[in-house]
């Protein structure tokens, strides 16, 4: 029945008033617009290039920088581009231009629209149409929130002096995957509201799940569940949560919380649990008094009113870079015990716990919600078995010493409006030579991370999301902070004896891949992933060259290996430094491997050839 009041038989059905139209954000403007169109023009040609999507030719009669791709309707783009380590390319956005198929007489014009460039590549890309439909969508999605990071940004010695959970809000997303703020699934309003890039902290409702739907599991101090509802939620809180059961005769023992993503709740909770809603099983609650900023993985959380409590990672229902962030029930149920093994690790081994300080923010303690139907369903598309719970994963916060701050290794990737490079920044208020704090950054990360491989044969994906860098006083690196471990941890599929400890829940969800290719994870992830356009910024903007920034790379591995010379075997077991090595590719999983296809299975990065390995030779 229609809520709408009455009217009379003469008259035309009366309509609620119209709301008022919102208006066009301040950052869709045309030279906004422009500048991050062509800016994403240029990656998409480089990072397609890298995995040889497409293969520009040198231009003729040019300089050995120029190149041209011609297009489907025989026009000709042309570009200068910078080829860099690991046969990447680095694209000039101010140098695109178009010409028109021959005979025409017309002379290039400069050019950067994306959405042309695919009408009039879409056969020379090899795009069939659902993939191409989902793709321009994807691209308008990320083309809008480069236009707000740029409309709204701050210069490279303000974001300095941001604190990390603030300076998450700054980052411009994956540097390789060219759609890297897709966020299928999201309105305009919900990314206003909880993208990374809009910075607006929120409170979290929560919901109360029954243990017939729900299982918790924590690290050691964790075990029971009111342990962490008391280290989460205040008193008033708590009781709050609990009177809202037994005013509906249910018993708070009986229900596990957890804080739900409101989006979710919406888009998910509401339609897909209404039989858990309408029986008990699942009662929503509150929102707790905390406001929380989100990350860059758009689901994960930071405490800005406590930041003692625990980070909150939650299931968001939204296909952005490569998958559907929820979060897979086996992964959330052995979260706790896969960092409790990794914390031993490290807290058994002299190297890293007082040599490296490394710092691990692991996952203690999670909330799985199974769906009564789906998760009976094997065959069902693997996002919709992944809807509902949570995990907390310890905060940086009372890790550091005095004076010392993190960043997430993405930021260094980060150039200002102005063009400063926000890592030229931190060099310069080091007082070092840029060539030495190269040699502290890379003296920080490398040996953990190299230790772990080759000790334990262990990887962790060291990206720049999920890698730390704390900084001194005088902003020089010197430790390194890592988390997401029961995502992008990986073992060596040969047996080692330092995996004799690892508990079965834990072997039975790490993933395993050969020695050859467990080093792809540090090749792909730091170098590959954030090295390669860090040592871009070197050379251009701190006159380091490239071959220099290198063979500093290669220089720490070395020092490494000298510094534990009883793991020869596990050095060559574990080769960094091959001639070549395969090239992974993240862009080709959206345009041919993956698409935008429901499987039943998480998809994993494919490799295309080879490339050249940097580090082979000094």
């Given at each position: 029945?229609?809520?709408?009041?009455?009217?009379?038989?003469?008259?035309?059905?009366?309509?609620?008033?119209?709301?008022e139209?919102?208006?066009?954000?301040?950052?869709?403007?045309?030279?906004?617009?422009?500048?991050?169109?062509?800016?994403?023009?240029?990656k998409?040609?480089?990072?397609?290039a890298?995995e040889?999507?497409?293969?520009?030719?040198?231009?003729?009669?040019?300089?050995?920088d120029a190149?041209?791709?011609?297009?489907?309707?025989?026009?000709?783009?042309g570009?200068?581009?910078?080829?860099?380590a690991?046969?990447?390319?680095?694209?000039?956005?101010?140098?695109?231009?178009?010409?028109?198929?021959?005979?025409?007489?017309?002379?290039?014009?400069?050019?950067?629209?994306?959405?042309?460039f695919?009408?009039?590549?879409?056969?020379?890309?090899?795009?069939?149409?659902?993939?191409?439909?989902?793709?321009?969508?994807?691209?308008?999605?990320?083309l809008a929130?480069?236009?707000?990071?740029?409309?709204?940004?701050?210069?490279?010695?303000?974001?300095?002096?941001?604190?990390?959970?603030?300076?998450?809000?700054?980052?411009?997303?994956?540097?390789?995957?060219?759609?890297?703020?897709?966020?299928?699934?999201?309105?305009?309003?919900?990314?206003?509201?909880?993208?990374?890039?809009?910075?607006t902290p929120?409170?979290?409702?929560?919901?109360?799940?029954?243990?017939?739907?729900?299982e918790?599991?924590?690290?050691?101090?964790?075990?029971?569940?009111?342990?962490?509802?008391?280290a989460?939620?205040?008193?008033?809180?708590?009781?709050t949560?609990?009177?809202?059961?037994?005013?509906?005769?249910?018993?708070?023992?009986?229900?596990?919380?957890?804080?739900?993503h409101?989006?979710?709740?919406d888009?998910?909770?509401?339609?897909?649990?209404?039989?858990?809603?309408?029986?008990?099983?699942?009662?929503?609650?509150?929102?707790?008094?905390?406001?929380r900023?989100?990350?860059?993985?758009?689901?994960?959380?930071?405490?800005?009113?406590?930041?003692d409590?625990?980070?909150?990672?939650?299931?968001?229902?939204?296909?952005?870079?490569?998958?559907?962030r929820?979060?897979?029930?086996?992964?959330?149920?052995a979260?706790p015990?896969?960092?409790a093994w990794?914390?031993?690790?490290r807290d058994?081994?002299?190297?890293?716990?007082?040599?490296?300080?490394?710092?691990?923010?692991?996952?203690?303690?999670?909330?799985?919600?199974?769906?009564p139907?789906y998760?009976r369903?094997?065959?069902?598309?693997?996002?919709y078995?992944?809807?509902?719970?949570?995990?907390?994963?310890?905060?940086?916060?009372?890790?550091?010493?005095?004076?010392?701050?993190a960043?997430?290794?993405?930021?260094?990737?980060?150039?200002?409006?102005?063009g400063?490079?926000?890592?030229?920044?931190?060099?310069?208020?080091s007082?070092?030579?840029?060539?030495?704090?190269?040699q502290?950054?890379f003296?920080?990360?490398?040996?953990?991370?190299?230790?772990?491989?080759?000790?334990?044969?262990?990887?962790?994906?060291?990206?720049?999301?999920?890698t730390?860098?704390?900084?001194?006083e005088?902003d020089?690196?010197?430790?390194?902070?890592?988390?997401?471990?029961v995502?992008?941890?990986?073992?060596?599929?040969?047996p080692?004896?330092?995996?004799?400890?690892?508990?079965?829940?834990?072997?039975?969800?790490?993933?395993?891949?050969p020695?050859s290719?467990l080093?792809?994870?540090?090749?792909?992830?730091?170098?590959?992933?954030?090295?390669?356009?860090?040592s871009?910024?070197?050379?251009?903007?701190?006159?380091?060259?490239?071959?220099?920034?290198?063979?500093?790379?290669?220089?720490?591995?070395?020092?490494?290996?000298?510094r534990?010379?009883?793991?020869?075997?596990?050095?060559e077991?574990?080769?960094?430094?091959?001639?070549?090595?395969?090239?992974?590719?993240?862009?080709?999983n959206?345009?041919?491997?993956?698409?935008?296809?429901?499987?039943?299975d998480r998809?994993?990065?494919?490799?295309?050839?080879?490339?050249?390995?940097p580090?082979?030779?000094?």
């Amino acid at each position: 029945m229609s809520n709408f009041p009455a009217a009379p038989d003469s008259a035309e059905p009366a309509l609620p008033p119209s709301p008022e139209h919102p208006g066009t954000p301040p950052e869709l403007n045309r030279p906004t617009w422009d500048f991050a169109a062509r800016r994403l023009l240029a990656k998409m040609l480089g990072e397609f290039a890298y995995e040889e999507i497409v293969s520009p030719v040198p231009a003729p009669a040019a300089a050995g920088d120029a190149w041209t791709l011609t297009l489907d309707d025989g026009s000709s783009l042309g570009f200068r581009a910078r080829r860099r380590a690991y046969g990447s390319w680095q694209v000039a956005p101010d140098t695109l231009t178009l010409t028109p198929p021959a005979p025409s007489p017309q002379p290039p014009v400069a050019f950067g629209d994306p959405y042309e460039f695919l009408v009039r590549a879409r056969a020379l890309l090899r795009l069939d149409g659902p993939t191409l439909g989902h793709l321009v969508r994807e691209l308008s999605a990320t083309l809008a929130a480069d236009a707000r990071l740029d409309h709204h940004a701050l210069m490279a010695d303000v974001l300095a002096d941001l604190d990390h959970a603030a300076l998450e809000g700054h980052q411009t997303g994956h540097p390789w995957l060219v759609l890297n703020k897709g966020r299928v699934g999201w309105s305009a309003s919900d990314a206003a509201a909880w993208a990374p890039e809009a910075r607006t902290p929120q409170r979290l409702p929560w919901l109360a799940a029954h243990t017939s739907l729900a299982e918790y599991r924590g690290t050691a101090g964790l075990e029971d569940p009111a342990r962490l509802h008391s280290a989460e939620l205040d008193p008033v809180t708590r009781a709050t949560f609990d009177r809202v059961l037994r005013d509906r005769g249910l018993d708070p023992l009986r229900y596990l919380y957890f804080p739900v993503h409101p989006w979710q709740w919406d888009e998910v909770v509401l339609p897909l649990f209404a039989p858990a809603l309408a029986s008990g099983t699942l009662v929503p609650l509150p929102a707790d008094p905390d406001l929380r900023l989100p990350q860059q993985s758009i689901r994960t959380f930071l405490n800005l009113t406590r930041p003692d409590r625990h980070s909150v990672k939650l299931p968001l229902s939204v296909f952005n870079t490569m998958v559907w962030r929820g979060l897979p029930s086996d992964l959330s149920l052995a979260a706790p015990a896969v960092t409790a093994w990794i914390h031993s690790l490290r807290d058994s081994d002299p190297f890293l716990r007082d040599e490296c300080r490394v710092i691990l923010l692991g996952e203690v303690a999670s909330v799985t919600v199974r769906h009564p139907v789906y998760d009976r369903l094997p065959e069902v598309p693997y996002q919709y078995k992944e809807l509902l719970g949570a995990i907390w994963r310890e905060p940086l916060t009372g890790r550091l010493a005095p004076g010392e701050r993190a960043r997430t290794l993405a930021s260094l990737l980060h150039t200002d409006p102005r063009g400063r490079s926000f890592t030229a920044e931190l060099v310069a208020r080091s007082g070092l030579a840029p060539a030495v704090w190269l040699q502290r950054l890379f003296a920080t990360l490398l040996p953990p991370l190299l230790h772990f491989l080759y000790r334990y044969g262990t990887v962790f994906s060291p990206h720049g999301e999920n890698t730390i860098v704390i900084f001194d006083e005088h902003d020089v690196p010197v430790r390194l902070a890592v988390k997401d471990f029961v995502d992008d941890i990986n073992i060596s599929g040969t047996p080692l004896p330092e995996h004799a400890s690892m508990p079965d829940e834990v072997r039975a969800v790490l993933l395993t891949e050969p020695p050859s290719y467990l080093t792809q994870f540090i090749h792909s992830g730091l170098f590959i992933g954030v090295f390669r356009y860090l040592s871009a910024i070197c050379e251009d903007r701190l006159a380091v060259p490239e071959r220099d920034f290198w063979s500093l790379v290669r220089a720490e591995i070395l020092r490494h290996q000298a510094r534990f010379p009883e793991q020869k075997n596990r050095h060559e077991q574990f080769d960094l430094l091959t001639e070549r090595i395969d090239r992974l590719c993240l862009n080709r999983n959206r345009l041919y491997e993956d698409g935008y296809r429901d499987r039943p299975d998480r998809p994993h990065a494919v490799t295309h050839g080879t490339v050249p390995n940097p580090l082979h030779r000094p």
